[in-house]
């Protein structure tokens, strides 16, 4: 870190950890009971269904699952009961843990938008490390865990600096730099607590603590393989298009396993929109915390200026499709028009006019406002492309060339 962390935020999360007092989420209660019913020799389907049925969130992300192109089969499913018998239990423990997990990333408060980032990044290392691990002859379930889990005290640190800004006497000012340093220097102390708290097995509490510690890119065991996974969420985080190619700096995969993890990486955000808690539920919530001024948008680099067009386009989020109006687009960001608005970090998918026709690409919703028309209430959504196809790619490549050089920079709209 460059920065020092402010010392009276530093003291009251030091005090917070020392006291015991820091916010853990609960063990996600519908994986628990999952796993109870699980143990049982004599569980059937329709028990199996029932407990998945009284969870909506869960109940949406398999079927979405179930009807994904990773596991469809002939026909669509519609039947919920239908849907778990083709998941299977393991995956279904799988769903149920992380989706659990995202409805804790995805409670209201000021720093919803890092919380929900913390566990979209950790979604995409789960399924990594999950898909890895065969190929490293690890077992695959830990392997899912650990992903999942090796970064979430991230999480709770941003719980945490919600709760002492809450209730903080004076008004605070508070950047996106300020807050990652903040997480950086506390999750893994943090997440420490929650492994304890959950009595987590001591393989996934070792890669916890020691994840960032370097082992050398050979290391074949689950720190090497997490640490894998996070230099490949890194590059998709950062690049518009993960090419096989750029996979070569990650030199404990091998010239086989860069093709495979190429080849995996356009499913990631279709599997976290998938497994988003938020389905069903657009419209966010006010925060109630009205005193704290914080702003937790990501800087945009100063070349990634918006410019100011005006293109009719659609975009695709838990399978609704709504007509949008396309009025900046820069290198690596895009604001439209929306009658609707979604939670932040939402991923959504931007379908656009090219040069050869249509295109698709995978966004995440970086920020909302509202505006007032005289149709009414209007959003506008700034939108960061990534992990495009090579189709996409040149599509929005073609765009940028025939709208950005002519056009005037949209005013106020740099980061």
């Given at each position: 870190?460059?920065?020092?962390?402010?010392?009276?935020?530093?003291?009251?999360?030091?005090?917070?950890?020392?006291?015991?007092?820091?916010?853990?989420?609960p063990y996600p209660?519908?994986?628990?009971?999952?796993?109870?019913?699980?143990?049982?020799?004599?569980?059937?389907?329709?028990?199996?269904?029932?407990?998945?049925?009284?969870?909506?969130a869960?109940?949406a992300a398999?079927?979405?699952?179930?009807?994904?192109?990773?596991?469809r089969?002939?026909?669509?499913?519609?039947?919920?009961?239908?849907?778990?018998m083709?998941?299977?239990?393991?995956?279904?423990?799988?769903?149920?843990f992380?989706?659990?997990?995202?409805?804790?990333a995805?409670r209201?408060?000021?720093l919803?938008?890092l919380?929900?980032?913390?566990?979209?990044?950790?979604v995409w290392?789960?399924?990594?490390?999950?898909?890895?691990?065969?190929?490293w002859?690890?077992?695959?379930?830990?392997?899912?865990?650990?992903g999942?889990?090796h970064?979430?005290?991230?999480?709770?640190?941003?719980?945490?600096?919600?709760?002492?800004?809450a209730?903080?006497?004076?008004?605070?000012?508070?950047?996106?730099?300020?807050?990652?340093?903040?997480v950086e220097?506390y999750h893994v102390?943090?997440?420490?607590?929650m492994a304890?708290?959950w009595s987590?097995?001591?393989?996934i509490?070792?890669v916890i603590?020691?994840?960032?510690?370097?082992?050398g890119?050979?290391a074949?065991?689950?720190?090497g393989?997490?640490?894998?996974?996070?230099?490949?969420?890194?590059?998709?985080?950062?690049?518009?298009?993960?090419?096989?190619s750029?996979?070569?700096?990650?030199?404990?995969?091998?010239?086989e396993?860069?093709?495979?993890?190429a080849?995996?990486?356009?499913?990631?955000?279709?599997?976290?929109?998938g497994?988003d808690?938020?389905?069903?539920t657009?419209?966010?919530?006010?925060?109630?915390?009205?005193?704290?001024?914080?702003?937790?948008?990501?800087?945009?680099a100063?070349e990634?200026?918006?410019?100011?067009?005006?293109?009719?386009?659609?975009?695709?989020v838990?399978?609704?499709?709504?007509?949008?109006?396309?009025i900046g687009?820069?290198?690596?960001?895009?604001?439209?028009v929306?009658?609707r608005?979604?939670?932040?970090?939402?991923?959504?998918q931007?379908?656009?006019?090219?040069?050869?026709g249509?295109?698709?690409?995978w966004?995440?919703?970086n920020?909302?406002?509202?505006?007032?028309?005289?149709?009414?209430?209007?959003?506008?959504?700034?939108?960061?492309?990534?992990?495009l196809?090579?189709?996409?790619?040149?599509?929005?490549?073609q765009?940028?060339?025939?709208?950005?050089?002519?056009?005037?920079a949209?005013p106020?709209a740099a980061?």
């Open positions: 870190m460059t920065t020092k962390i402010p010392q009276e935020l530093d003291h009251r999360l030091v005090a917070l950890i020392q006291s015991d007092r820091v916010r853990v989420p209660a519908i994986a628990m009971r999952l796993g109870i019913l699980l143990k049982r020799p004599d569980y059937s389907m329709s028990e199996l269904a029932a407990l998945v049925t009284s969870d909506q869960l109940s398999v079927l979405r699952a179930a009807n994904s192109a990773r596991m089969g002939s026909t669509p499913l519609v039947s919920l009961a239908d849907a778990v083709r998941v299977g239990s393991n995956e279904l423990v799988r769903l149920a992380t989706v659990g997990l995202g409805k804790e995805s209201d408060g000021v919803l938008d919380r929900r980032t913390v566990w979209r990044q950790s290392s789960a399924f990594l490390c999950r898909e890895l691990a065969q190929r002859r690890l077992d695959p379930d830990p392997a899912f865990l650990c999942l889990l970064d979430f005290g991230r999480v709770i640190a941003l719980s945490c600096l919600e709760d002492i800004l209730g903080a006497a004076a008004s605070i000012k508070l950047s996106y730099a300020r807050c990652c340093q903040v220097a102390e943090l997440g420490m607590v304890e708290k987590l097995p001591a393989m509490s070792d603590r020691e994840h960032h510690h370097v082992r890119d050979g074949r065991d689950l720190f393989l997490v640490r894998a996974g996070d230099q490949v969420v890194g590059l998709m985080e950062s690049s518009l298009l993960v090419e096989r750029d996979l070569d700096a990650i030199g404990s995969l091998t010239p396993e860069r093709g495979f993890v080849d995996l990486l356009p499913a990631l955000p279709g599997l976290v929109e497994l808690p938020q389905a069903g657009p419209q966010p919530r006010v925060s109630q915390y009205m005193r704290i001024e914080v702003d937790t948008t990501e800087p945009s100063p990634d200026v918006l410019h100011h067009t005006d293109l009719e386009a659609s975009f695709q838990f399978g609704d499709e709504t007509r949008c109006t396309v687009i820069g290198p690596r960001r895009v604001q439209l929306s009658p608005s979604y939670a932040p970090q939402t991923v959504v931007l379908t656009l006019d090219g040069d050869d249509p295109f698709r690409m966004c995440t919703l920020s909302v406002r509202s505006q007032m028309r005289h149709q009414g209430k209007r959003f506008v959504l700034e939108l960061k492309p990534f992990a196809t090579a189709t996409a790619k040149l599509g929005w490549a765009l940028l060339a025939t709208r950005v050089p002519a056009a005037p949209v106020g980061g």
